[in-house]
Each structure stands twice: as structure tokens, then as C-alpha cells.
């Protein structure tokens, strides 16, 4: 898959997120990013000396689709798996749903 790059809204010329998950800040290139308690990746975006917060998959899905008040779903479950095709827009309903599915079959699999 090649990667493609675009600018994250609100902070064009500063950052870019890419469809693979990957951040760079324009000027000092690729970041490394920051793992919360529940292992999601997420960085502070700086602008006019403010941070911010954000995490990485909602950062890709508002630059490659754009914004929605949806919840962002891993597909796979991998919370570090921020690539484009493994994200999507879900109502929290759906979301929970998902997750359920998954982890059921995932046990199921394992004990047939």
C-alpha cells in the first residue's frame, strides 16, 4: 500500500497524518507517538503555542473523510492499527456491537 499524506485540518502547514497512521510534523518529520492507558496512540499538536491533544485514528479519519461525531472503530480491535482501511465511523451502539462480535468469535475460535 503506499502511503499518502495529507494535511490535518486546522493545522495545515504544521502537520500531516498519513493512511497508514504515521504523523510528521512539516518542519522535523516523522513523530513518535504516545500510548494512553487503554493503548490507543495519540500526540499534542502544537499551534501558536498551544497543545492539544489528539488521537491518532480520529486524526486520520478527519483528514482522509472528514470530521463526524461518530465514534472511530478499529475493525481489527488492534488500537495501534491506525490505517485508513482498518477505520471507520460508527454510532457508540454500533461500536459496542463490533466489539462484541469480535471478541466472541475470537473466543470461540480458540476453544473449538
Known amino acids: 500500500m503506499n502511503e499518502i499524506w495529507e494535511d490535518i485540518p486546522n493545522y495545515e502547514g504544521l502537520y500531516k497524518i498519513s493512511n497508514l497512521g504515521r504523523l510528521k510534523n512539516c518542519k522535523h518529520g516523522i513523530l513518535k507517538l504516545k500510548k494512553d492507558k487503554d493503548g490507543y496512540l495519540w500526540y499534542n499538536l502544537s499551534k501558536h503555542g ?40 460508527l454510532s457508540i451502539q454500533e461500536n459496542l456491537a463490533h466489539y462484541y462480535k469480535i471478541k466472541n468469535s475470537k473466543v470461540n475460535y480458540a476453544y473449538n
Open 50 to 89: 498551544i497543545k492539544k491533544p489528539y488521537f491518532i485514528h480520529r486524526l486520520v479519519l478527519l483528514s482522509f473523510l472528514s470530521k463526524s461525531s461518530l465514534t472511530v472503530n478499529h475493525k481489527n480491535l488492534n488500537k495501534q492499527d491506525n490505517k485508513l482501511d482498518n477505520l471507520e465511523y
